[in-house]
């Protein structure tokens, strides 16, 4: 049985993830982002307010990423997404910038955002020993 642990872990180890949200016209669109996932399975990344991802998730929450892809294991991850504030964004950063040292000159940047996104429904996938398995939250 897929456990919260088994998610961390496995999203942990790695750094990129596929990000999708919804753009304008109601079409999927794609990037690939630096990630790190918080304790509570939340997974922060950041952006810049110009890209078309901050403008699609600022209209519309809903994302949806493909962690992994080695050994044809994977997290596909959907959930619900925040441009934090405050204490939430503090934490957010600290998890973050441990991941990607390069986040903390990159702060700097004019127009950089984060957005923490936490989870609806995971699908953990390991085509090589046959197992599927999803949790929803």
């Known amino acids: 049985m897929l456990t919260r642990e088994e998610i961390h872990e496995f999203v942990h180890a790695r ?14 669109q794609s990037a690939l982002v630096g990630i790190a996932i918080l304790p509570q399975l939340e997974i922060v990344f950041d952006t810049v307010r110009s890209s078309r991802k901050y403008l ?17 294991k994977t997290v596909q991850y959907e959930g619900l997404s925040t441009e934090p504030e405050g204490e939430e964004l503090r934490r957010a950063k600290e998890i973050y910038f441990a991941a990607w040292s390069g986040g903390v000159e990159r702060q700097q940047w004019p127009g950089i955002a984060y957005f923490l996104v936490r989870p609806q429904w995971v699908r953990f996938s390991d085509f090589d020993a046959g197992r599927i398995e999803e949790m929803r939250f």
């Open 56 to 72: 699609n998730l600022k209209a519309d929450p809903r994302v949806a990423l493909v962690v992994g892809w080695e050994d044809e």
């Open 15 to 28: 750094k990129l993830a596929v990000v999708s949200s919804i753009g304008p016209g109601g079409e999927p």
